[in-house]
């Protein structure tokens, strides 16, 4: 009994988490009502969430997978290496975002893989 009651409230603790992160997303987006979040992860012991939004542009197609990064008062959509934000991106979630992150860059970039 005691061990479920921990392990709910840390479920209510990251879900809520995530829910402010992807509040904190919303704000920045062109279309909020569109967003898509996957692969939303609690880094660590603080509060920084990590994942991945798609939302509609301003011609209302969906414009890719955007990753982001949530410190707990601020959203960052990081769109490139050198955004504010993206340090922390880097520094503070998984292996597995960071190479999302750099599967997505080199397919936008157009170069070809061999």
């Keep these: 009994m005691r061990h479920s009651i921990l392990g709910l409230a840390m479920l209510m603790m990251v879900t809520g988490c995530q829910g402010g992160a992807k509040d904190a997303v919303r704000e920045q987006l062109i279309d909020p009502d569109s967003a898509k979040f996957d692969d939303l992860a609690w880094a660590g012991k603080g509060t920084v969430t990590c994942g991945f939004v798609n939302s509609r ?19 960052y959509l990081i769109k490139n290496p050198k955004v504010r934000g993206s340090n922390l991106f880097f520094e503070k979630c998984s292996r597995s975002h960071t190479s999302r992150y750099f599967d997505i860059q080199i397919r936008e970039s157009g170069v070809p893989l061999y």
Excluded: E, I, L, Q
């Excluded at 542009?57 to 959203?75: K, P």
């Design 57 to 75: 542009n301003r011609m209302g197609g969906y414009a890719g997978w955007t990753a982001f990064v949530y410190d707990g008062d601020n959203a």
